[in-house]
């Protein structure tokens, strides 16, 4: 069985102010000691391919991807499942799924060699084509690899919604993008719901070196069937739920009713070491001066083969007090995650508005996400920043439009804009 620890910590300043409703709490989450998953323990891998063969990846693109596929299944431990869709306006199997044993892999790898790309994109027939292999393992950890070049047929936007509800909870799916023909929201609409990530790869020989990228993390997760639950007590509502670190998700939507006052939220699988942090906003019925209330408990809980287990728990609390010097502190934690927040929201507004013609709205919305990356510390995201403007004065975020920008740079910076950085060590 697996043997797993867990550690969780809050972050939050308790003391409210009279009348005041809403809570806010950092919870951070780190997994320590996470055993390796062993035919043992009874918990398989399943990793999926799926492939975009349309007419616009053939050439260079179609080669690349054919290259890194084949790459990619013969790194493949052969304790691990894995199966190939490929798609265009329809979706194949190309290789169900298989154990990678030395001569599935060499089929598979023969069946890769024949693949030609054609017709038109419809990514919700490839993800139905997925689910299908998915639901052949529903005990095991179960990831995917979405690559497209281009943009998804339009008539597809609602199947694709409902795809994407069917596969919600069966698996998670890394999307890439290829060149700079695709958009950014359908593919992050994708891994959002199911909890991947979105990234670009703006040169087809790079197809390699991600997907193998891709493919260690995939393995590195050796638990999964992990939700987030809250309870609140009664008369409150939580706001808002997000994940905040490394990236910014929103599971505020997601939540599972499981009795009254207790919901959860879904986190996806977790491997060895690996640290994230959620930020909760709930509003609770204000106490009088001097009132403590439990305004939440969080519980991180695991299912294993059947039975549910808490593997750990905080506490969020509210105390209200006349003391302004208590009430007006803001956590540093808090601050600094709503600031990337506001950071991520301000780059996209910002790029969007530059994408419309609205050079005014779009130099102050850049303007101040290079302000915000500053403040934060976030180096990335202010690299990304200045191969789109020109940065005269960071700590007042006075930027000027460059007049040229590659299209690879500004799709980088959207892709990446919900990266986030934690709280620099000298200001916690």
Same mark, same amino acid.
């Given at each position: 069985?697996?043997?797993?620890?867990?550690?969780?910590?809050?972050?939050?300043?308790?003391?409210?102010?009279?009348?005041?409703?809403?809570?806010?709490?950092?919870?951070?989450?780190?997994?320590?000691?996470?055993?390796?998953?062993?035919?043992?323990?009874? +918990?398989?891998?399943?990793?999926?391919?799926?492939?975009?063969?349309?007419?616009?990846?053939?050439?260079?693109?179609?080669?690349?991807?054919?290259?890194?596929?084949?790459?990619?299944?013969?790194?493949?431990?052969?304790?691990?499942?894995?199966?190939?869709?490929?798609?265009?306006?329809?979706?194949?199997?190309?290789?169900?799924?298989?154990?990678?044993?030395?001569?599935?892999?060499?089929?598979?790898?023969?069946?890769?060699?024949?693949?030609?790309?054609?017709?038109?994109?419809?990514?919700?027939?490839?993800?139905?084509?997925?689910?299908?292999?998915?639901?052949?393992?529903?005990?095991?950890?179960?990831?995917?690899?979405?690559?497209?070049?281009?943009?998804?047929?339009?008539?597809?936007?609602?199947?694709?919604?409902?795809?994407?509800?069917?596969?919600?909870?069966?698996?998670?799916?890394?999307?890439?993008?290829?060149?700079?023909?695709?958009?950014?929201?359908?593919?992050?609409?994708?891994?959002?719901?199911?909890?991947?990530?979105?990234?670009?790869?703006?040169?087809?020989?790079?197809?390699?070196?991600?997907?193998?990228?891709?493919?260690?993390?995939?393995?590195?997760?050796?638990?999964?069937?992990?939700?987030?639950?809250?309870?609140?007590?009664?008369?409150?509502?939580?706001?808002?739920?997000?994940?905040?670190?490394?990236?910014?998700?929103?599971?505020?939507?997601?939540?599972?009713?499981?009795?009254?006052?207790?919901?959860?939220?879904?986190?996806?699988?977790?491997?060895?070491?690996?640290?994230?942090?959620?930020?909760?906003?709930?509003?609770?019925?204000?106490?009088?001066?001097?009132?403590?209330?439990?305004?939440?408990?969080?519980?991180?809980?695991?299912?294993?083969?059947?039975?549910?287990?808490?593997?750990?728990?905080?506490?969020?609390?509210?105390?209200?007090?006349?003391?302004?010097?208590?009430?007006?502190?803001?956590?540093?934690?808090?601050?600094?995650?709503?600031?990337?927040?506001?950071?991520?929201?301000?780059?996209?507004?910002?790029?969007?508005?530059?994408?419309?013609?609205?050079?005014?709205?779009?130099?102050?919305?850049?303007?101040?996400?290079?302000?915000?990356?500053?403040?934060?510390?976030?180096?990335?995201?202010?690299?990304?920043?200045?191969?789109?403007?020109?940065?005269?004065?960071?700590?007042?975020?006075?930027? +000027?439009?460059?007049?040229?920008?590659?299209?690879?740079?500004?799709?980088?910076?959207?892709? +990446?804009?919900?990266?986030?950085?934690?709280?620099?060590?000298?200001?916690?």
């Amino acid at each position: 069985m697996t043997t797993t620890q867990f550690k969780a910590e809050v972050f939050q300043n308790q003391f409210l102010p009279q009348g005041s409703r809403e809570v806010h709490a950092i919870m951070t989450i780190a997994a320590e000691g996470v055993a390796e998953v062993s035919a043992a323990s009874g +918990r398989d891998r399943l990793f999926g391919i799926i492939c975009d063969i349309s007419g616009s990846m053939q050439g260079e693109k179609i080669g690349a991807a054919k290259q890194a596929i084949i790459k990619l299944i013969q790194l493949i431990p052969e304790d691990t499942h894995f199966f190939v869709v490929t798609g265009d306006n329809t979706a194949k199997v190309l290789v169900p799924v298989v154990l990678a044993t030395p001569q599935n892999k060499e089929r598979a790898i023969s069946l890769i060699r024949t693949i030609d790309a054609n017709g038109t994109t419809v990514i919700s027939n490839w993800l139905i084509q997925a689910l299908a292999q998915f639901k052949k393992m529903p005990n095991a950890i179960r990831q995917a690899l979405l690559l497209t070049d281009g943009q998804n047929d339009r008539n597809d936007d609602r199947p694709l919604l409902a795809a994407l509800e069917r596969c919600e909870g069966i698996f998670q799916c890394d999307c890439r993008g290829v060149g700079t023909d695709w958009k950014v929201g359908q593919l992050q609409q994708i891994s959002s719901k199911l909890l991947g990530t979105t990234d670009i790869i703006s040169d087809a020989t790079g197809i390699e070196a991600d997907f193998q990228e891709i493919l260690g993390k995939a393995l590195s997760k050796n638990i999964s069937d992990v939700n987030l639950r809250l309870w609140t007590p009664q008369g409150a509502r939580t706001l808002f739920c997000k994940q905040v670190s490394p990236d910014i998700v929103d599971l505020t939507a997601r939540a599972k009713s499981i009795k009254p006052q207790v919901v959860d939220y879904p986190t996806g699988s977790w491997s060895k070491d690996e640290s994230r942090d959620y930020h909760f906003c709930i509003e609770v019925q204000p106490g009088n001066m001097g009132d403590e209330m439990l305004a939440g408990r969080a519980s991180l809980m695991c299912t294993l083969n059947g039975v549910e287990t808490k593997i750990t728990e905080a506490k969020i609390l509210a105390v209200w007090t006349d003391d302004e010097a208590k009430s007006a502190k803001i956590d540093r934690r808090v601050a600094h995650y709503t600031g990337q927040a506001d950071l991520a929201q301000s780059i996209q507004e910002g790029l969007e508005a530059q994408a419309q013609g609205n050079l005014e709205v779009a130099t102050a919305k850049l303007g101040k996400a290079v302000q915000l990356a500053h403040q934060s510390g976030n180096e990335a995201t202010a690299k990304l920043l200045r191969k789109v403007v020109e940065v005269e004065d960071a700590v007042t975020g006075t930027v +000027r439009l460059k007049r040229e920008v590659a299209k690879e740079d500004a799709m980088t910076l959207e892709t +990446r804009s919900t990266k986030t950085t934690r709280i620099p060590k000298s200001a916690q």
